[in-house]
């Protein structure tokens, strides 16, 4: 097995969950959005393009779980589509993380981003994100389509792999007709 096989076993154990809840106590603690040095899943990062060199910029961020219920108004009566039972998101929440993190960092772009850990009342997700203004990212012939204008703000238009999961484009046929489509019996 090679390393990144060990790295991935690894992260399933028992004692790195130990680890991860000691982890999340300072993370909660932390701002919504943070830069970070390393890759906290160095086997998930490189397998979705991060390399370390410049040009490249990890961000943890923490999203709020659940639906989009909504605050009760106060006095009067409430309409029966007011909402206040539960919302449910269309997009999901690495593809929602993936958005806050391109807002906050205009000038990059989002290459892909993975789930790290979650409590009772937030997910984290680290997103690679990438500096298209970089001379080591336009020389680079695995990554200078970044750097093509018809590539800018890639993640407001889905084209994330969180953001195909959620419009149901990832894989050959596991889309909406695939799913609703009635077996012939014969």
Request: charged content about 35%; hydrophobic content about 30%.
């Amino acid at each position: 097995m090679g390393m990144y096989k060990y790295i991935k076993k690894m992260w399933k154990s028992p004692e790195y969950k130990e680890l991860m809840k000691e982890r999340l106590i300072s993370w909660r603690k932390q701002p919504v959005v943070v830069k970070i040095e390393r890759p906290t899943r160095i086997d998930r990062a490189h397998k979705l393009g991060y390399k370390a060199k410049q040009g490249f910029v990890l961000t943890r961020i923490r999203i709020g779980k659940g639906t989009g219920k909504r605050e009760m108004p106060s006095g009067g009566r409430t309409s029966p589509r007011a909402g206040l039972t539960s919302m449910h998101l269309k997009q999901n929440k690495q593809h929602i993380a993936e958005m806050r993190v391109a807002r906050k960092y205009p000038n990059l772009e989002v290459l892909n981003s993975y789930y790290v850990a979650e409590d009772g009342k937030s997910k984290w997700f680290e997103v690679i994100m990438v500096d298209t203004k970089n001379p080591s990212i336009k020389n680079d012939p695995k990554l200078k389509w970044m750097c093509e204008p018809q590539n800018r703000r890639r993640v407001f238009r889905g084209l994330t792999s969180a953001g195909k999961k959620h419009r149901m484009m990832r894989g050959k046929g596991k889309g909406y007709e695939r799913k609703n489509k009635p077996e012939k019996r014969g």
